[in-house]
């Protein structure tokens, strides 16, 4: 038998972008049915974890603005203890690199991370459709990344179809402003009927962003962000914004791009990702 490690340092906890995102209806309870592809990103915080046997679960590391009880990666501890009876804890450190609230989905991912690295260091053996489950306590981005490759998703973003895309290159831009999700979603000019799509025809169908206008309007530096980016190859919104992006040539287009950006935004290249770094170690 394998011994359990009892550290696991620098763990990836990948961002996603938004490919396109349709709003199709909406729940009885308020919340919004969507169609979306996600895509992985080669870029992303990073967390180290090194297991406690006195069941505390400690945050090493301050991440601005959000208190360490609110913070999804204590959540996610907590939340696997509770499902589990797990009696071991954690020391956690969380390396940020991602802009928050910025539709990469940095604050799910650094769940769905934990989830996964603790499964594996506490031995809890949780499988992928278990741990989905949790993670959608915490977060409807949070089972993605725990599906661990791009996605088709429906539903609130929790039902999967894997999409098999060509590798690509990225440039990412925040446009320094904060989009609350909230206020995206409830706003009266955001459209809610847009006809479904079918996967099969992801690929030929025209796709946008329809949180996208919304954003656009009530926050001008977006609509100014995609304007700049649309010069070197089309640009769209993730998620609720407030980040853009492109898809552009190759490495050297993207860190060309990145170097031309305004001071006043920033601006990162990325690669995809085909798998989660954590894809083979959940069944
Ligand atoms: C838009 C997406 C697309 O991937 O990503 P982000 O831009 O946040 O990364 C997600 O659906 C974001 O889901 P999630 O991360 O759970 O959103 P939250 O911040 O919890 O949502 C804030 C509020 O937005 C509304 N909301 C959210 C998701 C949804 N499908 N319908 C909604 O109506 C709800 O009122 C909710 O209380
Ligand atoms: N570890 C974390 N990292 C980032 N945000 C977190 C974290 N824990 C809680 N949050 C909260 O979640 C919110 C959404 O963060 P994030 O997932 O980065 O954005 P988005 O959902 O727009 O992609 C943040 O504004 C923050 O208040």
């Not at 590391?61 to 996610?76: K, N, P, S, Y």
């Not at 977060?139 to 609130?156: K, L, N, Q």
């Not at 700049?228 to 998620?239: C, I, N, S, V």
Request: overall charge neutral; charged content about 20%; proline content about 5%.
């Amino acid at each position: 038998m394998t011994a359990l490690p009892d550290t696991l340092d620098h763990c990836l906890a990948p961002a996603k972008l938004n490919l396109f995102l349709h709003v199709v209806g909406r729940r009885p309870d308020g919340y919004h049915l969507l169609q979306t592809a996600f895509r992985l990103l080669d870029w992303g915080d990073r967390l180290s974890f090194v297991r406690r046997a006195d069941g505390r679960i400690r945050r090493l590391t301050d991440v601005a603005g959000v208190r360490e009880d609110d913070d999804l990666v204590v959540r996610a501890a907590r939340l696997l203890q509770a499902a589990t009876g797990c009696t071991l804890g954690a020391d956690i450190a969380i390396d940020k690199r991602l802009p928050m609230g910025g539709g990469l989905g940095g604050g799910s991912s650094d769940a769905a991370t934990t989830l996964m690295a603790l499964n594996r260091l506490w031995a809890t053996g949780l499988d992928r459709a278990r741990l989905q489950a949790l993670g959608l306590q915490l977060g409807a981005d949070v089972p993605f990344f725990i599906y661990g490759r791009d996605a088709f998703a429906e539903g609130v973003g929790e039902r999967f179809q894997p999409l098999e895309l060509p590798e690509a290159w990225y440039v990412i831009l925040s446009p320094g402003v904060a989009v609350p999700t909230g206020e995206i979603f409830s706003a009266g000019e955001l459209t809610r009927n847009t006809e479904p799509i079918k996967i099969a025809d992801f690929a030929a169908s025209t796709t946008r962003n329809d949180l996208q206008p919304v954003a656009c309007k009530r926050y001008p530096e977006v609509a100014a962000a995609i304007d700049w980016l649309a010069q070197h190859a089309p640009a769209r919104m993730t998620g609720s914004g407030a980040c853009v992006f492109a898809q552009v040539d190759g490495e050297a287009d993207a860190k060309r791009i990145v170097q031309t950006c305004p001071a006043r935004w920033q601006a990162w290249s990325a690669r995809s990702l085909s798998r989660h770094p954590f894809f083979d170690t959940v069944g």
